[in-house]
């Protein structure tokens, strides 16, 4: 089983067409699985729904825990592009052991419809939680990347090796 852990940011925004503010309802990740045909055994939790520039370090401290006890030894956290790193670097420092986990999350939300990076990001995060050793990783832009040698490059857009 593949537990996914729900965070919020860019993937589950909603956006108001009248104020043009971006919002959260529900998460939208059911409906992606559904989308993509997925027929993994997935378990998906929505642990709190907030933008990762908003993260606290208590909400931190949930992903940890729900980490920690979560009896899936393959796990998805879909997380604001934001402060990605942070809560990767957290859960690495964490002695959480035999278990994969990768962080991913999209520049545009789902609703946006196909213009959404979510989908691609979500697929190829399902291929990498299911054939990389335990460790903490992220996954964006079809690329997997080690906790501590990632950047998300503020003028691009895109996650980037450190150099």
Avoid at 70 to 95: Q, R, Y
Wanted: include cysteine; hydrophobic fraction near 40%.
């Amino acid at each position: 089983m593949i537990q996914v852990f729900v965070t919020g940011g860019t993937f589950d925004k909603e956006y108001n067409f009248i104020t043009g503010e971006l919002f959260f309802k529900d998460t939208h990740l059911k409906d992606m699985f559904n989308l993509g045909r997925c027929t993994l055994d997935i378990d998906v939790k929505t642990l709190m729904m907030v933008d990762s520039l908003e993260m606290t370090d208590e909400d931190r401290a949930i992903i940890q825990l729900n980490c920690k006890k979560s009896t899936a030894n393959k796990i998805i956290i879909t997380h604001g592009t934001d402060t990605m790193v942070k809560t990767a670097e957290l859960l690495a420092s964490s002695n959480i052991q035999g278990k994969t986990i990768v962080l991913t999350g999209a520049m545009i939300p789902y609703a946006f419809g196909s213009s959404s990076d979510g989908f691609f990001n979500l697929g190829s995060t399902l291929a990498f939680v299911q054939t990389l050793p335990t460790g903490v990783y992220i996954s964006m832009n079809g690329r997997i990347f080690y906790w501590d040698n990632v950047r998300k490059n503020r003028n691009t857009g895109f996650f980037e090796v450190l150099s």
